[in-house]
């Protein structure tokens, strides 16, 4: 039996030993990225959702159908679930002013979404469940046209 020394001894039980302890932290760090990435993409989802809900309301003037449109907007989002959106559709707390008139109502709507957004990894320095809420504006239908009306919006 020959004893070996020199600079290739022990290196393949070295490299062993450094993959073990680096793999946990390479692990924990790919998830963290892909749980924040995953919260990032419903941020912007429940906002695309309100913008859609937005643009509902301007086309039909109908609060049901913009409420509709902006929860099956919800549904496009990576493991979204439109039956955990809660979309309302309320008249703007401030209207943008017209020419020199700032108390004048224009009929703007504010519609907005929230989602309970659940965490599909548990990390703990991300919270497992918040409430993502995101508020678009809407124009009532431009007159002349004819939108559905709606006697069901809230006020």
């Known amino acids: ?6 600079p290739r001894s022990g290196r393949k039980g070295q490299a062993l030993v450094e993959f073990a302890l680096l793999l946990p932290v390479a692990l924990f760090l790919a998830l963290g990225v892909l749980a924040l990435m995953l919260l990032v993409d419903a941020a912007y989802t429940v906002q695309h959702a309100a913008d ?16 509709q449109a902006g929860r099956e907007a919800v549904g496009e989002g990576i493991g979204l679930q439109p039956a955990r959106a809660q979309v309302t559709c309320r008249r703007a707390a401030q209207d ?4 020199g ?6 009929g703007m709507k504010q519609l907005t979404v929230r989602y309970a ?6 990390l703990p320095f991300l919270p497992p469940s918040r409430t993502l809420v995101r508020s678009a504006l809407a ?6 046209s004819s939108p559905k009306k709606d006697h069901h919006q809230d006020h």
Request: proline share 14%; with cysteine; hydrophobic share 35%.
């Open 101 to 106: 008139d700032r108390l004048s109502d224009h």
């Open 52 to 67: 859609v809900a937005a643009a509902a309301y301007s086309a039909t003037g109908s609060c049901s159908e913009a409420k």
């Open 1 to 6: 039996m020959r004893l070996r020394f020199g």
């Open 139 to 144: 124009a009532p239908p431009a007159a002349g």
């Open 96 to 99: 943008p002013p017209a020419s």
């Open 117 to 122: 957004y659940r965490s599909p990894i548990p």
